[in-house]
């Protein structure tokens, strides 16, 4: 170990059945180097459980059974859909490296949340550094700005964090698509948290038989990695930067091998969205609108 982040691509021989994308490790805290890296595409929802899903990793969205399907358990088609999207689309230039994490069946479009609805979500505040809200607020701002994605924050939340964890939940949160998720965790309740990994993003795509679009999402940060980093200013711009990152994963971008990209998955040093990470964003933010989910 030479203090640089350990990690794996997520191959057959490595990935849990039904887990897509792939998983890395975090950053080792020891020896300051900087924590930003760390992530997993959570695998929401049903996939889980189906287990040995097709998962074209980059190629497409792969099947997502029980949401692919007939419309059940799913909410109200269009709940909270505007007719035009909600924000400014952003002009980023095409430069330095990104790519996503999924794509549409004609292999070039990405797969993108809804742009004429925003994306809300809720925080479980259990086990959240110091000064947590207003972390957050700017990851959350960067990203909404560098996408033109309307994000609202929908409050607290008690939903524990969950591998299989169900895109609609009418008795939590109403007819509607749950909101993405966001919790500080521990290895135990996450075991992808496991070692030095200090975060997990990802978000469920769903088609109504359109184009598949994200409905929902989870991002998840290692509580005990956040509280001992929290405690500088340095530190509290790694868990900014990991907070971007991972939320950089939910709206669908993928890692990749450029150290100037926050989404280089060992971008030590790297805490500022690059250029290409920027283009890419800007991308996710003209997704397809689709009232029919
Ligand atoms: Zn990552």
């Known amino acids: 170990m030479d203090g640089r982040v350990q990690e794996w691509h997520g191959g057959p021989l490595t990935r849990p059945a039904g887990w897509p994308g792939s998983r890395h490790r975090a950053p080792s805290a020891a020896r300051g180097v900087l924590a930003v890296a760390l992530v997993l595409v959570l695998s929401l929802g049903a996939a889980v459980l189906a287990g040995g899903l097709p998962w074209p990793g980059t190629a497409g969205p792969g099947a997502w059974p029980g949401v692919s399907g007939p419309a059940t358990g799913r909410p109200t088609p269009g709940s909270g859909a505007a007719d035009a999207p909600l924000g400014q689309p952003v002009d980023a230039p095409a430069t330095g490296t990104w790519d996503f994490l999924r794509y549409q069946d004609d292999g070039v479009t990405p797969v993108a949340y809804d742009p004429c609805r925003p994306v809300r979500y809720v925080v479980r505040p259990d086990g959240a ?44 949160y109403g007819d509607r698509w749950a909101p993405v ?60 930067a990991v907070l971007v990152h991972e939320l950089a994963h939910v709206v669908g971008l993928a890692h990749v091998d450029d150290p100037a990209e926050l ?28 009232p029919a989910l």
Do not use: I, K
């Open 129 to 172: 550094p110091p000064g947590a809200d207003r972390l957050v607020a700017e990851a959350v701002a960067e990203v909404a700005a560098a996408t033109g994605l309307r994000f609202v924050h929908d409050g607290a939340t008690d939903e524990a964090y969950s591998e299989s964890r169900p895109p609609h939940q009418p008795g939590r």
């Open 181 to 240: 998720l966001l919790t500080w965790a521990t290895p135990a309740e996450a075991p992808g948290l496991a070692g030095p990994v200090a975060g997990l993003g990802g978000s469920h795509p769903v088609t109504a038989g359109g184009p598949w679009v994200y409905v929902t999402g989870a991002l998840t940060v290692d509580a005990a990695w956040a509280a001992t980093a929290a405690r500088s200013p340095d530190g509290r711009a790694d868990v900014r």
């Open 263 to 290: 989404m280089h998955p060992e971008n030590d040093g790297q805490r500022e969205l690059g250029g290409g990470d920027r283009a890419g964003l800007a991308r996710l933010g003209r997704g397809a609108c689709e």
